[in-house]
């Protein structure tokens, strides 16, 4: 049964980073285009990035307009892991922040954060909180 868990959220200050890791197991992770996904408190869920199969795909990524510039979404198929780096990170990026998986690909320009339904494989999340 394949298995993603998430981790590196964390409390950081206004303007900093951080770097979250989704670990693929059971799975080989180069099959599958991963997505970011993210759900602040009272806020519907809404996708951050997407990053395609090198396998299946071409490896592209892509990001929601509020992502673009200041986030990096990379994969390490070698390490079954896909990263989201965030630079410049600000108190509305609040949110639990939940990788998931499927070996089609799934998304939207719009940034819809039902789709995350859709993926056959979504881990718990990990928590994100941007205050000084």
């Known amino acids: 049964q394949l298995q993603l868990v998430e981790s590196g959220g964390g409390l950081v200050q206004p303007g900093g980073s951080l770097r979250l890791s989704c670990v693929v197991s059971?799975?080989?992770?180069?099959?599958?285009?991963v997505a970011w996904f993210r759900q602040a408190p009272g806020k519907e869920r809404e996708a951050v990035s997407l990053?395609?199969?090198?396998?299946?795909?071409?490896?592209?990524?892509y990001y929601v307009p509020s992502m673009r510039g200041r986030s990096t979404i990379f994969r390490a198929d070698a390490k079954n892991t896909i990263y989201l780096q965030m630079n410049n990170l600000a108190p509305e990026d609040t949110a639990i922040y939940f990788c998931?998986?499927?070996?089609?690909?799934?998304?939207?320009?719009?940034?819809?954060?039902?789709?995350?339904?859709?993926?056959?494989?979504r881990g718990r999340g990990t928590q994100v909180t941007v205050s000084s």
């Open positions: 990053i395609t199969s090198p396998v299946s795909s071409n490896g592209a990524a």
């Open positions: 059971g799975g080989s992770s180069s099959d599958l285009s």
């Open positions: 998931a998986a499927d070996e089609a690909v799934i998304w939207a320009l719009d940034g819809d954060g039902t789709l995350m339904d859709k993926y056959e494989y």
